[in-house]
């Protein structure tokens, strides 16, 4: 019978994307790996692979459609033997599709897909061992799943022909965390009788206010969606406080004057971020109780240093995730964080690359903001905000007055994860970090 082609969930989060351009047209044969089409996501756009070989035999939905939903059909491939014919003959696809794996057991078309949200499993999913249905799955996945209490059943693999990998397990964890998460948020809404009206009602009552004057409206794309729902539920659900300190800066920029002189040839230059990122990955490891996030029911602490760095892009942000920052010299830093921001930039970067981490930084010393206090980004347990390092009054050591470069630094604490001296501590090897840079490379 013929294959279906789904729309893939390229995140954990993923629920709908834009199927940007088609790289097949109906009659080319494709094999495993093959590229079929480019997908939008919110975030970026990513190539989207066949895991059968076979003919394409009709193209379901048109590129440049957008909010097609994850799991629903998008084209038909036929196997060997096969005629065009047969596609007619084969089942559409539901209106709310199921999950990739219920629907290769219950539909006699067979399915093709590179991922599934686990979120979007129905209990019935539960009943395929019941049912004696064969689960695939790695052995690594097997073993991590056991570790986690991660039910097989209810995953739908991304690997060859569903096979489940290690990825689906670490994604149903991310899952199951953001449905804890959404249910909370709704429980609080229901309970206050807040948010209970319409969006087009909200915007009806607003728009009267101006009938009178000239404005434009502009729709929201799926970025902003995204940006503008993630930050409201931080700020509902993440109990913030806040922690400030200044820096002395004198030091640093010297240090960094040396090394630029000294990396010319390398044709690297660092910059004060790379400083600060360097600075908070050690201080992460010296107080390793604050490298850490909150997951619904439990908190995870980690042992490598994974920090995301807040990114402008056009129509919104992305946190790309440097890996292992606290064992990575100031030169390879610089250099992956240049070299992610300009894909970031151009929407090339993969998930893995943005998802994770559990401390942030957002940066806008370069745009002369002092000081400003950063919303934390779920599940991450701290975000810090970094202003302009700027000349000041400052009394010495030795009780005189004299000038500095001072930059200012606001830590913003999810108090779920880190206490108010926990904190403390953090942003105090953090700043005793920058103020000996030196050190930072011993």
């Known amino acids: 019978m013929p294959i279906e082609i789904l729309m893939p969930a390229l995140s954990p989060t993923m629920e709908e994307g834009t199927l940007a351009k088609w790289l097949v047209k109906e009659g080319d044969a494709v094999a495993s790996g093959d590229l079929l089409a480019e997908i939008e996501t919110d975030k970026a756009t990513m190539e989207f692979e066949a895991v059968d070989e076979g003919i394409i035999g009709k193209i379901l939905v048109a590129e440049g459609t957008e909010n097609v939903a994850v799991n629903s059909a998008i084209a038909v491939l036929l196997e060997d033997g096969e005629s065009s014919s047969e596609v007619e003959a084969a089942p559409s696809a539901p209106a709310n599709p199921a999950p990739a794996a219920e629907v290769a057991t219950s539909s006699p078309a ?124 931080a700020k509902q659900t993440v109990p913030h406080f806040y922690l400030r300190r200044d820096v002395m800066l004198d030091n640093l920029l010297g240090f960094r004057g040396e090394m630029n002189a000294a990396l010319a040839e390398r044709d690297v230059k660092l910059s004060v971020n790379d400083f600060v990122i360097k600075a908070c990955a050690l201080a992460l490891t010296t107080v390793p109780t604050a490298n850490a996030i909150w997951a619904g029911d439990r908190i995870l602490q980690f042992t490598p240093a994974d920090i995301a760095v807040a990114v402008a892009i056009d129509g919104g942000l992305i946190t790309p995730v440097l890996k292992d920052a606290d064992q990575k010299s100031l030169s390879v830093l610089s250099t992956e964080m240049k070299d992610l921001a300009t894909r970031a930039k151009g929407r090339k970067l993969a998930p893995d690359e943005y998802q994770g981490g559990s401390f942030a930084i957002s940066n806008l010393g370069m745009f002369g903001i002092d000081n400003f206090d950063a919303v934390i980004n779920p599940p991450h347990g701290a975000i810090l905000a970094v202003g302009a390092g700027k000349k000041k009054p400052v009394v010495t050591a030795s009780g005189e007055l004299g000038v500095a470069t001072v930059m200012s630094l606001t830590l913003s604490v999810d108090h779920r994860v880190i206490d108010g001296a926990l904190g403390a501590e953090l942003l105090n090897v953090i700043v005793k970090n920058l103020e000996n840079p030196m050190a930072m490379l011993a």
């Open 110 to 233: 067979k399915s093709a897909t590179l991922a599934s949200s686990p979120a979007s499993a129905p209990p019935a999913a539960a009943d395929k061992a019941a049912e004696g249905v064969r689960i695939f799955a790695t052995p690594l996945a097997r073993k991590l799943a056991a570790q986690n209490n991660v039910d097989l059943t209810r995953l739908s693999g991304s690997g060859p022909r569903g096979r489940i990998v290690k990825a689906d397990i670490e994604a149903a964890g991310s899952a199951v965390s953001a449905d804890i998460t959404v249910a909370s948020m709704a429980s609080a809404a229901s309970t206050s009788g807040a948010a209970s009206a319409p969006q087009s009602a909200n915007f009806e009552t607003i728009s009267k206010l101006y009938a009178e004057r000239a404005y434009e409206e502009i729709s929201l794309d799926r970025m902003r969606k995204t940006i503008a729902a993630r930050l409201t539920e």
